[in-house]
């Protein structure tokens, strides 16, 4: 089964820069989507960017776009989200998810973790 670890988060000055990795183990799918989604208290999911491991295609929101860059280490599966010039706006628990590229919606979650900018 798949097992996704997230890392990398915590508190940052508005403008400044923050870079989450998240780690795979288990039988993760050979050519999948991973992505970050985040979820501020009493906000909606906003998937923030995602990348087709196989293909290296990345999509951002609007909301991150210019700011966020995702990027993969193949050698460890390893994605990251680079986040630069942050907000307060950001502030929110950051997931990492991954599914199959043929399906829609992320089957596979981390635990999350907590960016908080000021």
């Known amino acids: 089964h798949v097992q996704l670890v997230e890392s990398g988060g915590g508190s940052v000055q508005a403008g400044g820069s923050r870079k989450l990795s998240c780690t795979p183990s288990?039988?993760?799918?050979?050519?999948?989507?991973m992505g970050w989604i985040r979820q501020a208290p009493g906000m909606e999911r906003e998937a923030v960017a995602a990348?087709?491991?196989?293909?290296?295609?990345?999509h951002y929101a609007a909301s991150v776009l210019g700011r966020f860059t995702i990027s993969k280490d193949n050698a460890r599966k390893t994605v990251y989200l680079q986040m630069n010039s942050l907000k307060p706006e950001d502030t929110a628990m950051y997931y990492c998810?991954?599914?199959?590229?043929?399906?829609?919606?992320?089957?596979?979650w981390g635990q999350g973790t907590q960016v908080s900018v000021s």
């Open positions: 998810a991954a599914r199959h590229r043929t399906l829609i919606q992320y089957n596979y």
């Open positions: 288990g039988s993760i799918y050979y050519d999948n989507c």
């Open positions: 990348i087709y491991t196989g293909l290296g295609r990345a």
